[in-house]
Structure formats: C-alpha cells, structure tokens
C-alpha cells in the first residue's frame, strides 16, 4: 500500500473544491457503544495521478466495523466503494496515494510494506471479488487454487492443505467436495465457482470478509443462496462481513448498518431499518426511487437517476450530487455540506434533507 499522502498532487481547476479540505471532512465516530472495532478507517483519502490530472477518488471515508457485525457500503459505479475495500485490502496499484487511517484491532496498515500487507491479507481480512471467472486460474484445478492460500499462511503440509481444501468446499455447500477437489473452474457452474472464491477466502480464518458484488452476476434464486451460506457462515466463526453493492434491495435484506457513498465520500449512514424506513439524503431516495417494483405497469421505462455522477479529476464547487437533485437550492451549489450526526445514529451530508430530516 502506498505511503502517507503528503504531496496531493496538483491543485483542482478553478471552480471546483480544493481536496485538502473534503467536503465531508467530519468522520464516523470509531465505534458505537460496544466492543472495540476489528477495523477501524478514519478519514480515508485516495487519490490517482492520470492523464487528466489527479482523480480524488476518496475524501475522506469512515467506517468502523465490530465482529459479527454486517454492513453495507452501497452507491452507484464510480461511488468509491471497491476503492475502499482495495485500500483496505492493501491492493490499489502504484498510482495510489493514500492518506488517513485504516487500523484493524489497533494495528495502523497505512504506509506498511508490502510484505506486512501480504501477512496480513487473508490471514485477517478477506475479500470475496465480483467475478469469480476473473479471480479464479482457468488452468489450475480448484482444489489446487485453494491449497495454495491455505499453505501461504498456514503451517501445513500437502495432505492436511488437501484435507482443509475439501473441508472448506463442504463448508461452502459444494457437492461431491472431494471430486470437485480435482476440477477446473470451467467444469463448475457460476453459483458453484462463487462458492468456490468463498472457499478461498475463508481458507485461513479471516476475521473480516469483504464481498465486492459477490452476488452480482448470478441469478436471484443463486444470490440469496450464497447470501444465506455468507450469513451462515458468519453466525459459525463470527467473521465480520462487510458488503458491496448497487442493490439496495439486497442490503435490506442482509445488513445491520449501512453506509452510502456518492462520488468518493460518504453521504448517509443509518442502521439498516431506520434508513430505508425514513431516508434523509436525496440520493438515497432516488436509488430507492430507481428500484424497479411489482406495481409498475408492464413494459414500462424503469426510473432512473438523472444526470451522471461528477467528474473526479475536476470536483465541483457545493454539494457533489447538486446537478442531479430534484430539490437543489443555491446554497447547495455555494457550499458543500459536511457530514454529521444529525440524529443519535443517523448521520447525513445535506442541507436540506428529505424525510423527517427536512427543515420545518
């Protein structure tokens, strides 16, 4: 991961915001009242050099998670989260400049060497990736694939990796473990090579698992059966399960808390039912509003977010979403709101929220 950020690149265009000072430069309180946070990010910044310039693709994210605990990061293509759980992961490319603080039990990874982050992956934090056809080795057998992780942490000889290998595919709901053992990720279907990621992941006990769209291209029947082997699996070794995803649907159903994130920051974080029960930030209404629902007529255009998402590399003056909402006012274009907690839990960036948030 690369170091602390101290040089953050060249100054925005005029017109638009200066980055050392995030527009929601206020940060998550470590931790609600409870036990202490395996992973704790505090004012994550993240930033790429390209041709355009510099892309400040995080200002300032915060978020904590406990153990046994699920949350949801959700927003639209672009929003930040794979970023995120990439930095956290210690996996963004050469081109990142990364700034702030990422600690799991106390620990700062920020600015530690690449050989600490590679102890450090898998051993205590996991990620499950979006397509498994891209994360799994089509020239490798599965159960190869999945030794491999095991004997890069564990002190294990080849006959007890097997045994964990076969172990694990049973664990993950995988039929005929010990024959899918010796298969090749092209032999599987899409819902048996997700399980088999999940298998990898889970192979030296992580304390917290990542799933990044884990679910996305799989058919709905698939999706919920992975989400229930997930939580399962969750409720058994009381991993800390931190989601990614576009589908607010699927964050309702399965998250305790959930964070939305609009052009790299955070904008809402509520518990799960008090969010979706009375939204405050106007995105996150109209993602709710984009939703397609059983009552729409037949054959009818689905909704959508007008507008698209701001450019990162020239970050405009005001609230970051102000283009697209439907309830925009000046001061909203003047003067980008910080995030705070507005509510005992509830935290929003907006100046004129909707819901019971509005100003009477």
Same mark, same amino acid.
């Given at each position: 991961m690369a170091g602390l950020l101290r040089d953050r690149g060249r100054r925005p265009a005029a017109g638009t915001a200066e980055p050392t000072e995030p527009a929601h430069a206020a940060v998550l309180p470590a931790a609600p009242a409870g036990p202490s946070p395996l992973l704790d990010v505090l004012d994550l910044h993240v930033t790429f050099r390209s041709l355009r310039g510099t892309v400040y693709a995080l200002q300032g994210v915060s978020f904590s998670i406990? @153990?046994?605990?699920?949350?949801?990061?959700?927003?639209?293509?672009?929003?930040?989260?794979?970023?995120?759980a990439q930095a956290v992961m210690g996996l963004l490319p050469d081109s990142a400049h990364v700034s702030g603080s990422i600690r799991f039990k106390g620990? @700062?990874?920020?600015?530690?060497?690449e050989h600490d982050l590679r102890d450090y992956r898998g051993r205590n934090v996991a990620m499950v990736f979006q397509n498994p056809e891209r994360s799994l080795n089509p020239t490798m057998?599965?159960?190869t694939q999945i030794t491999e992780a095991i004997r890069c942490h564990l002190p294990l000889d080849r006959k007890q990796a097997r045994e964990r290998a076969?172990?694990?595919?049973?664990?993950?709901?995988?039929?005929?473990?010990?024959?899918?053992?010796?298969?090749y990720p092209h032999q599987l279907s899409g819902g048996m090579r997700q399980r088999v990621v999940i298998a990898i992941a889970l192979a030296c006990g992580p304390e917290v698992l990542i799933a990044d769209e884990a679910t996305t291209a799989l058919d709905v029947t698939t @999706?919920?059966?992975?989400?229930?082997?997930?939580?399962?699996?969750?409720?058994?070794?009381?991993?800390?399960?931190?989601?990614?995803?576009?589908?607010l649907g699927l964050a309702a159903s399965y998250a305790e808390d959930i964070i939305v994130m609009y052009a790299g920051q955070v904008v809402e974080?509520?518990?799960?039912g008090e969010l979706f029960g009375d939204v405050r930030m106007p995105y996150t209404q109209a993602l709710l509003?984009?939703?397609?629902?059983?009552?729409?007529?037949?054959?009818?255009?689905?909704?959508v977010v007008g507008g698209r998402p701001p450019d990162l590399s020239a970050i405009p003056l005001g609230c970051p979403f102000a283009p697209r909402c439907p309830g925009v006012q000046q001061d909203c274009r003047e003067q980008p709101p910080r995030l705070a907690e507005h509510e005992p839990g509830r935290w929003w960036a907006c100046w004129h929220p909707c819901g019971r948030g509005a100003p009477r």
């Open positions: 406990r @153990q046994g605990q699920t949350l949801a990061i959700i927003g639209e293509s672009g929003s930040g989260k794979t970023v995120s620990q @700062q990874l920020v600015g530690r060497s057998r599965v159960g076969v172990e694990l595919l049973r664990m993950v709901r995988v039929p005929a473990p010990e024959r899918r053992f010796y298969e @999706q919920a059966q992975i989400m229930d082997l997930l939580l399962d699996l969750q409720s058994q070794t009381g991993t800390a399960l931190v989601m990614i995803s576009h589908d974080r509520a518990p799960a509003d984009a939703m397609p629902r059983i009552e729409l007529e037949p054959h009818v255009l689905l909704p």
